[in-house]
């Protein structure tokens, strides 16, 4: 945890669209985001356009995208971003036999962008309009999701991960392509990026800006909304597949353990593994009241299906489990005793705590907290449904065969790939 960061929720495209593109629209020398979806549509066009805009001007422009989030790049979008000078990659492309590798089910689901080295975000919104849904279509309501406006020491920290992740796909590329040399130094540039002056300078060379003052100040005139704090104490925290398996787990348990009145999460795919099952059910043993705000549509057979046994399981220990009745929900967002707080791209569901890489910025700063605590407070009590457990545990035996079957393959699958939960 370092102090001096300047925290603002943003809620939905609605408020973190106009935010991206503002920043993007001010940006001098570089802006590099990373997506799992991006769609070409509805209030999303308006990054499409804010990233060619900063390219046209000379602006290093870097965008990575998921393979399996992102399929398909619109061939008039892809000859617009190359026209403009766009760096565009896609994340592990699926190839001929798709998800039937176990391999490729290491997805790059993480939301992150930075610009020019001053301003960075992150959280679960992806770069899609409100009311369009991959899985359910059309909403009649924006879906409900977060991400935060960030800047401050950890601004570094994205910088860095970005950038070896971008310089070892290019290293790999090149390796492909028998360009061994240009591989070696492509993953030279993936070490660590250390001071952040030689860094801009590089960007600097590469854009042809030699000399360019700073940005003035990472917000320009923005005033915080009563969703945002100043000087705060906040972390970026990852997961990878190397060196950065288990820190969010791990945050989250620490935080659920020392819990002593509160606990809420918001979160689209609950389905915690053992560890995380056990700190809730012991949390609220001890008298800690703990409330879940969990999607309340049907998506996906094993998304829907396998959480059930879960949510019985957690329900007879106590806790209050209220599925969001509006829209859709993208929420990956958790509080504790108004004093600790995450937000973040981090399902906790087996795919992103053991196979995807996330990234979560949490803080411990009191203010941010009670303020995010009091809003999804406000959403529990008038937008959730409250499960009860006798209706749950009652429903006809055909339906609770399919949730066990479903919990059962999720297990065995998991098993395959050398992974307990």
């Known amino acids: 945890m370092r102090g001096g960061h300047q925290l603002l929720l943003l809620q ?4 973190f669209f106009p935010s991206l593109v503002e920043a ?20 999303a066009l308006s990054v499409a356009h804010a990233l060619e805009r900063a390219a046209r001007r000379g602006v290093v422009v870097r965008l990575l995208i998921d393979g399996v989030g992102t399929p398909r790049i619109p061939e008039e979008w892809r000859q617009r971003f190359e026209q403009a000078g766009v760096a565009m990659r896609i994340y592990a492309p699926l190839g001929r036999l798709g998800l039937l590798l176990p391999s490729r089910w290491r997805r790059l689901h993480r939301k992150l962008c930075v ?4 301003v960075g975000f992150c959280g679960g919104i992806n770069i899609i309009d409100d009311q369009d849904d991959v899985a359910l279509g059309r909403l009649t309501a924006p879906r409900l999701d977060f991400a935060l406006r960030v800047a401050g020491p950890l601004v570094d920290d994205m910088v860095e991960t970005m950038e070896q992740l971008w310089w070892r ?21 993936a070490g660590p990026v250390g001071d952040f002056s030689r860094l801009l300078q590089k960007i600097e060379a590469q854009a042809g800006l030699h000399g360019h003052p700073p940005v003035e100040g990472p917000f320009g005139e923005t005033t915080l909304s009563p969703l945002g704090v100043d000087g705060a104490r906040a972390t970026l925290l990852l997961r990878d597949n190397v060196s950065h398996r288990h820190d969010i787990e791990r945050a989250y348990l620490k935080a659920i353990g020392e819990a002593r009145q509160d606990i809420m999460i918001a979160n689209a795919y609950f389905i915690p593994g053992r560890k995380l099952r056990r700190a809730l059910t012991m949390a609220a043993a001890r008298g800690v009241r703990v409330r ?5 549509r049907y998506e ?12 019985q399981h957690l329900v007879d220990a106590g806790i209050e489990i209220h599925e969001y009745a509006p829209s859709a929900l993208h929420a990956k967002v958790a509080v504790v005793d108004r004093r600790w707080s995450t937000v973040g791209s981090t399902n906790l569901d087996p795919l992103s705590m053991l196979l995807a890489r996330e990234a979560n910025v949490m803080t411990s700063d009191r203010r941010f907290s009670s303020l995010l605590h009091g809003y999804l407070d406000g959403l529990v009590q008038h937008t959730g449904q409250l499960l009860d457990a006798q209706a749950l545990s009652q429903r006809h035996w055909t339906q609770r065969l399919l949730d066990r079957i479903a919990f059962a393959i999720m297990r065995a699958t998991l098993f ?5 939960y």
């Open 416 to 420: 395959v790939t050398g992974h307990r």
């Open 24 to 43: 993007m629209d001010a940006a001098r020398m570089v802006v590099h985001l990373e997506t799992y979806i991006f769609e070409f549509a509805g209030s």
């Open 292 to 296: 879940l705000l969990l999607q309340g």
């Open 115 to 118: 610009v020019d080295g001053t």
């Open 300 to 311: 996906h057979f094993f998304q829907y299906r396998a959480a059930r046994p879960v949510y």
């Open 12 to 15: 939905g495209g609605a408020e």
């Open 169 to 189: 796909m290019q290293a790999a590329r090149r390796a492909r392509q028998r360009e061994f040399k240009a591989a070696w130094d492509a993953l030279r540039s």
